[in-house]
């Protein structure tokens, strides 16, 4: 029996240091998109699919992403009484149910395998889902939803994946496949950042995953890897052949919000399409391009 998706990890405790001077005295996943910060997307997107329960993975320093969550009765009432139903109704929106989200501290920066072991209690044996706010993906069905569709109809684990330049291989998780339908990939192993003479695809992990409870055992070991970190690819690969494992080419546009230009372009690409904003967007751009 396939168990439903229910909880969903976000790793948060990374420093931010390629949006410094910006991230000194908050977190990279608190820099707004037009008007969301980056945690909300993830959020958002986590919810859409049916997802009740979430688990923030932070660090010191990172205590206003979980105030960020909680509610703000007086600034609510200030609204309230100005009548300012539509930045109410925006705030309110942003709100997590009593219980329903848990933080655990990452006390050393060992890397996303680590990130995720310290979310061990809140996984329990439950599968999860694990999205990095660095990632948003704009999508009629959202990413971590069509990730789910096909958990619900394989068990196992779901990764969703890009491909990127063969010469860009070593900044990524890659795939080595099996069957391929040009949507769903059946993996057969996985290489954390491998050079490109050395990829056995080009086939790279975004930061969208679904997984078993089972990953856990080998993460508990804390065996580092690529960069002296313990990494989840690694943890992923000895699942391989125990249980299904698939990547899927997900539908959806990705930014990559982890860099200055990525950031940029998810900025124009969400606010052209806002009705309050897509016009006046339009027509400033005219004037620097």
Request: glycine fraction near 10%; hydrophobic fraction near 40%; charge should be negative.
């Amino acid at each position: 029996m396939i168990k439903p998706l229910r909880k969903a990890v976000l790793p948060v405790g990374g420093l931010g240091t390629r949006f410094l001077p910006a991230t000194k005295a908050m977190p990279k996943e608190m820099l707004p998109v037009v008007d969301k910060p980056l945690i909300q997307y993830a959020i958002d997107e986590a919810r859409a699919a049916g997802i009740e329960e979430f688990c923030l993975v932070t660090a010191r320093g990172k205590d206003n992403l979980i105030d960020y969550f909680d509610a703000a009765p007086e600034l609510e009432k200030t609204l309230q009484d100005r009548g300012k139903t539509s930045t109410l109704a925006a705030l309110e929106a942003s709100a997590i149910s009593a219980g329903s989200m848990v933080a655990v501290r990452q006390n050393m920066p060992l890397g996303l395998g680590h990130a995720i072991w310290c979310a061990r209690s809140f996984i329990g044996n439950d599968p999860f889902a694990i999205l990095l706010p660095d990632d948003i993906v704009k999508s009629d069905r959202s990413c971590i939803g069509q990730l789910a569709d096909i958990y619900h109809q394989t068990g196992g684990n779901v990764v969703a994946v890009n491909e990127v330049p063969q010469h860009l291989t070593n900044q990524y998780g890659i795939l080595e496949t099996g069957k391929d339908d040009g949507k769903l990939v059946e993996v057969k192993g996985l290489v954390e950042k491998p050079a490109p003479a050395d990829a056995p695809s080009n086939l790279s992990i975004i930061g969208r995953y679904v997984l078993t409870a089972d990953v856990l055992e080998p993460l508990s070991q804390l065996k580092t890897g690529v960069g002296g970190e313990v990494q989840l690819t690694d943890a992923m690969a000895q699942l391989i052949g125990k249980q299904p494992f698939h990547g899927l080419r997900y539908e959806g546009t990705r930014f990559d919000c982890g860099s200055k230009v990525g950031f940029l372009e998810a900025q124009i690409a969400m606010s052209i399409e806002r009705s309050d904003l897509g016009d006046d967007v339009r027509a400033f751009l005219k004037k620097y391009i």
